[in-house]
């Protein structure tokens, strides 16, 4: 079975983005940037929400190709294209970039794809996290905490039907005062 994780960049009053989708609070120095880079590097598959693959696909396939573009950028674009992707979404109608459209139930594909072979699976999105974390589908949870308080927005954990008992298996502090946790889920 591959193993799932819902990870972002989160505010510590618990948001992944500010009212109108504004993501510009969570800023990574070189440092994180690095990290998210390796972590794409070793994904299997990433689940995207459509508004998330809207933000992603709409930057990050000709990064590199811009002015000034540094190494960083260079290899994380290139990391970010290689990488095999499932958009979710019932409101476009194509996607690229190595990636696939599904239009069904996202449970019902998402469970599909844990029982499969491969690597691991990233969820990457809120608003698809939460289905997966309604149903008990998601085996880790990285937050990448951003010392700021925005006040509202989108939040990373949405209302679920019952507990999620965690272990925490790893802490990590970035410049900036950025924190990152991860847990595993405990059954």
């Known amino acids: 079975m591959r193993k799932l994780t819902f990870g972002m960049s989160v505010s510590l009053d618990g948001y992944v983005a500010a009212p ?3 993501l510009g609070w969570g800023v990574p120095s070189d440092e994180l940037f690095q990290w998210w880079s390796d972590r794409v590097a070793a ?3 990433a689940l995207y929400g459509r508004r998330l693959w809207e933000a992603m696909s709409s930057h990050w396939p000709t990064a590199d190709q811009q002015p000034g573009a540094t190494p960083a950028t260079i290899e994380f674009a290139g990391r970010w294209r290689d ?3 499932v958009v979710f979404s019932s409101t476009i109608d194509t996607v690229d970039w190595n990636a696939r459209l599904h239009t069904g139930d996202a449970v019902t594909e998402i469970t599909r794809l844990k029982d499969g072979d491969g690597g691991s699976l990233d969820i990457a999105g809120a608003t698809l996290a939460a289905a997966a974390m309604r149903e008990g589908l998601i085996d880790e949870y990285v937050l990448v905490t951003h010392p700021v308080l925005i006040g509202g927005g989108r939040p990373f954990f949405t209302a679920i039907d019952k507990w999620v008992n965690l272990s925490l298996v790893e802490t990590r502090t ?3 005062g950025v924190l990152l946790t991860r847990y595993e889920t405990r059954i």
């Open 20 to 22: 109108g989708d504004d």
């Open 43 to 45: 994904t299997g598959t």
């Open 83 to 85: 990488m095999p992707k």
């Open 174 to 176: 970035f410049p900036g």
